[in-house]
């Protein structure tokens, strides 16, 4: 009886430690949050001196990107500011046009008006994810906050472990109006916005310098800009750098 014991004692733990040690050495997800702000100093088009060095980028802590792409995403497109769903859309499908227009991988799904998906249960998620990249207007209690983007990934562990696995992105509906700038200059341009919040998704961080403003990843804008729609050099060559 003893014996019995003893072997189902070893048994338990022979089977047991491995299973400790797969789940103990799992790479958490945790999430990344990129805020958006406003500021006096960020250039209008065509103004200002030129960026230090045109191909700067910068890159998620450890490199961290997508290791499968033709990224899908859900759009909430209820708005404060009369913007219609189509409208959302297509500034949203412009902006993940001009990611794919400078890379040689599909970077997102292709998208068009027929095929977007709407879902109006979409919100941003915060504490738990739900599988879903979600693109949605809401409230940021914080007024000098544009929009947010959650990128939640593998951030530890072996290299090949590590990789993003979700992104959602909110527009400041409480502090700002949204729109199109081509239209009307004093409005946040939604695509502008958009193309930046993207280059997050898919694993580009912000630069600061004032003289990088003429980049997409530049960490600030402000109303009527619309410079960020189209991708600078540095968000070119950052781009290829991850994905080719
Ligand atoms: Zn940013």
């Keep these: 009886m003893k014996k019995i014991f003893a072997l189902l004692f070893i048994t338990t733990v022979l089977i047991s430690i491995p299973l400790v040690a797969a789940a103990n050495s799992k790479p958490a997800v945790t999430k990344i949050v990129f805020i958006h702000r406003v500021q006096d100093f960020a250039k209008p088009e065509g103004v200002g001196k030129p960026a230090k060095d045109v191909a700067d980028y910068e890159f998620l802590p450890k490199n961290v990107k997508w290791t499968s792409l033709d990224l899908e995403f859900v759009i909430n497109p209820t708005n404060d500011d009369g913007l219609s769903a189509d409208s959302v859309a297509t500034a949203i499908i412009d902006a993940t046009n001009e990611w794919d227009l400078w ?30 990249n979600e693109i949605v207007f809401g409230t940021i209690d914080e007024p000098n906050a544009i929009a947010m983007c959650v990128v939640w990934g593998v951030f530890v562990g072996p290299p090949s472990a590590r990789q993003i696995v979700e992104f959602d992105i909110i527009f400041n509906d409480e502090y700002y109006e949204w729109g199109n700038a081509d239209d009307d200059s004093t409005v946040m ?13 898919l694993g580009l961080a912000d630069l600061y310098d004032s003289t990088m403003y003429q980049q997409t990843m530049y960490g600030y804008a402000t109303y009527g800009e619309t410079i960020k729609r189209d991708l600078y050099d540095g968000d070119k060559a950052g781009i290829v750098a991850l994905y080719g």
């Design 103 to 132: 890379s040689s991988a599909n970077l997102f799904y292709d998208y068009d008006i027929a095929s977007i998906v709407f879902d109006s249960s979409a919100v941003l998620d915060t504490d738990v994810r739900d599988g879903k």
């Design 189 to 201: 341009d939604l695509q502008n916005i958009v193309t930046h919040e993207l280059g997050h998704a």
